[in-house]
């Protein structure tokens, strides 16, 4: 099975900049992730949205690289049944001419 996550978007501390750490702004996370369904060992997407939540906001990461590996280092741990994990975290306001983002693919 495949879970699919797409446009989460949320405010969060995250960034370098002075003023990324005086406020928050906006993300957008786009996650897959397979797994091996059997025997109803199921990934509840309602909770996977808030661990990917409440890991960025708690942890105010400064660089986008960190939040990845935070983000699959929690996942993995939660979701031990997890074969294939995508990322990406974008920062669509931090330019005024474009959005930046960042992804990693992980294969287990």
């Known amino acids: 099975m495949t879970i699919h996550i797409e446009a989460l978007t949320f405010d969060v501390i995250i960034g ?6 005086d406020r928050p702004q906006r993300v ?16 509840d997407y309602a909770e996977l949205v808030t661990l ?5 906001k708690v ?8 939040a990845l590996l935070g983000l699959k ?4 741990t939660t979701y031990p049944q ?7 975290i974008s920062k669509p306001d931090i330019l005024s001419e474009c ?4 992804s990693k693919t992980w294969n287990f």
């Open 59 to 66: 942890k105010r990461y400064e660089l986008l690289e960190n």
């Open 82 to 88: 997890l074969r294939t994990l995508v990322l990406k």
């Open 99 to 102: 959005s930046v983002s960042l």
């Open 16 to 21: 370098l900049l002075d003023f990324e750490r």
């Open 52 to 56: 990917i939540k409440d890991e960025l």
């Open 28 to 43: 957008i996370i786009d996650l897959e992730a397979s797994y091996e369904y059997k025997d109803d060992l199921f990934i």
């Open 73 to 76: 280092d929690l996942l993995c």
